[in-house]
């Protein structure tokens, strides 16, 4: 009895895991999928979902803050968010001991700086 309950266990743990993972993958492209790229829409999940979590106005990471659209900008517009974010030499890469971003995530910010990065 006890082996059943286990392998049930360890179905159930597993199957919730590749759901998980692919709830999380299907998220990710829904910042993808648009030919017009928004700030509000598109740009601003992207920074907040991964990038949030050390560089808001509380923790500051490396006293930056991607919080607003300022913020975003700025980095942006002098060339430092893209050579981060895509691994650049010369820059620290982005997110700190983690994979790159992935790379739908990485051209919708590259679209929205070479599309004048708009507040839209």
Known sequence: MNKIFACFF???VLVSCV???EEELLSDFKYCKDDSI????NILPIIHK??????NPNTQSGGVTLHNYSDISFYANNGILLGVIKHESGFSPMP???PKLIEC????????????????
Request: net charge positive; aromatic share 6%; charged share 25%.
């Open 96 to 98: 700190k001991n983690a």
């Open 19 to 21: 759901k998980k993972n």
């Open 105 to 120: 995530k990485i051209s919708t910010i590259e679209k929205w700086i070479q599309e004048g990065t708009q507040n839209n």
């Open 38 to 41: 928004s700030f509000s829409q």
């Open 50 to 55: 991964d990038c949030g979590t050390c560089h």
């Open 10 to 12: 360890i179905v159930v």
